[in-house]
């Protein structure tokens, strides 16, 4: 809209006056699905839905419906009278975002690209056959600042981090689409949650050990906190406070065994060099070899995947209780590497083995959809899977 308005004088100084009529827009409601416990006690309160001394009471039935049955209205939690159902429909929702697009891959992996506000997408990827039964690859962040040179996401520029809701919401999703509601259902397919989609975690602390402590809530969605690992390419200064705050298993985007390399591949290695980020790793909470870090190493032919450096990543690793996940590289469009070959990542992996280390080769999964380990970005960054069609 132009400016509307008039020039005038005011104290003897010539200025504007805006006479553009403001709209205010009414705050979006909040989503109780993204409060923790003591959170919707609160909001209980603050919304006037309730007395104090009836908080308690009625979050526990509000948790239940939210995230043992996946309630996305107020009006099938029948337990809760009318009344207090029409204050909680003017003051809160509990609905879902927008899928804008579901994919299937050929090997049953599927990909929701999910709108939580304009502008804000986000990519979540649910894997079967990982873990007990199935993995749910969540995002932190839309977009990245970490700029690793191998992954896809790191071609998008950092738009904001995302809520707690909104991290939750991914779960919800999957839930919906696996018909996983309620929580206790038998032969549950979703098992495991792995904060490594979009964004580095540990940059949104606060929204992730929020997420994580209801999704690990046993009267709610119920994932134990053994089967939620969170990665990072190695923010040292939050690590102990990840396990302090949150319990979560530890996944470490490594993928080089020295700095002048892994300066080039994660750069956030130039402010927290490799000898820094193994001695945090040694520090971290409730680390044994019954809680090992899981180090993460995508194989790019001929840059990181000779036996030289297998036979480093050993020494580094001396005496941390872990186990090497090995990535085959998932190539994206104007990826500048190749992955290695299969012979190469099989004798990569033997050599890691002899010392004594699980070394299992990740099994790249979904990579005709863009879902596998590095390969997620914004749809709104990227042309739409159906354009993509079209030009081909």
């Excluded at 809760?80 to 975002?97: C, F, H």
Aim: hydrophobic share 40%.
């Amino acid at each position: 809209m132009a400016f509307q308005g008039i020039r005038a004088y005011v104290d003897g100084e010539m200025t504007s006056l805006d006479l553009t009529r403001k709209v205010d827009t009414p705050p979006k409601p909040v989503n109780l699905g993204g409060l923790t416990r003591e959170q919707l006690r609160a909001a209980m309160v603050e919304g006037e839905v309730c007395a104090p001394e009836k908080a308690k009471m009625r979050a526990n039935q509000l948790w239940r419906w939210i995230h043992h049955f996946g309630a996305t209205s107020f009006d099938v939690m029948t337990d809760i009278d009318k009344a207090t159902r029409a204050k909680l429909s003017e003051r809160y929702e509990v609905g879902r975002p927008e899928v804008v697009e579901r994919q299937v891959s050929k090997d049953g992996t599927r990909k929701w690209l999910i709108r939580t506000a304009p502008g804000i997408e986000i990519e979540t990827v649910y894997i079967p056959d990982v873990g007990r039964a199935g993995a749910l690859c969540v995002s932190s962040q839309v977009g990245c600042t970490l700029n690793c040179t191998f992954c896809h996401t790191g071609t998008q520029a950092l738009v904001r981090n995302l809520t707690a809701a909104e991290i939750i919401a991914q779960v919800q999703v999957a839930k919906d689409d696996l018909g996983e509601w309620p929580t206790d259902k038998d032969n549950r397919l979703l098992s495991n949650v792995v904060f490594m989609g979009m964004g580095e975690p540990l940059y949104n602390l606060d929204a992730v050990a929020d997420a994580l402590e209801v999704i690990a809530d046993d009267q709610g969605i119920n994932l134990s906190r053994r089967r939620i690992t969170v990665s990072t390419s190695g923010v040292v200064p939050e690590l102990k406070a990840l396990g302090e705050r949150t319990g979560a298993m530890l996944a470490i985007s490594l993928h080089a065994v020295n700095d002048e390399l892994r300066n080039q591949l994660v750069p956030l290695n130039k402010k927290y060099p490799i000898a820094e980020l193994l001695q945090a790793i040694r520090d971290y909470p409730g680390l044994s070899n019954a809680r090992r870090v899981t180090f993460e190493y995508v194989m790019l032919k001929g840059v990181n995947d000779s036996p030289a450096d297998a036979r480093m990543l050993v020494s580094l690793l001396k005496g941390i209780p872990a186990k090497i996940n090995l990535i085959p590289f998932n190539p994206w469009p104007g990826s500048p590497y190749e992955c290695s070959s299969w012979s190469t990542i099989e004798a990569f992996a033997a050599i890691i083995n002899k010392a004594g280390y699980a070394s299992p080769i990740r099994t790249p999964r979904g990579r005709d959809i863009l879902a596998a380990c590095g390969q997620l970005k914004s749809e709104s960054e990227k042309l739409r899977a159906s354009a993509r069609r079209k030009l081909a």
